[in-house]
């Protein structure tokens, strides 16, 4: 599956990890460039916006999953089929 993740904080790069060992191909976004970095070694693919991360996929599956640190609203994730 083709994942897009925002935020990888505190909770979001330990479920980027996972997902990349699991051997989904995962696009990160952050606001703070550096935390998206990070993640490349383990194989992420570091997208520029928010909105390229939603972008159309090469596969016919494929997920956003946003993390929210101060919010009321809870995380999210947009499938698209």
């Known amino acids: 599956m083709e994942i ?3 935020g990888p904080g505190l909770m979001g790069a330990p ?3 996972h997902l990349l060992r699991a ?3 995962v696009h990160v976004w952050n606001r703070t460039r550096a ?5 490349v070694g383990d194989g992420a ?3 520029a916006t928010r ?7 090469a ?3 494929y997920c956003v999953w946003r993390m929210r640190r101060r919010s009321s609203k ?8």
């Open 4 to 6: 897009g993740f925002c």
């Open 51 to 57: 909105r390229a991360n939603s972008r159309g996929a």
């Open 15 to 17: 479920m980027i990890r």
């Open 59 to 61: 596969k016919p599956c």
């Open 45 to 47: 693919h570091v997208v």
């Open 35 to 39: 935390k998206a970095e990070a993640l």
């Open 23 to 25: 051997g989904h191909t």
């Open 74 to 81: 809870p995380c999210s994730a947009r499938m698209g089929f």
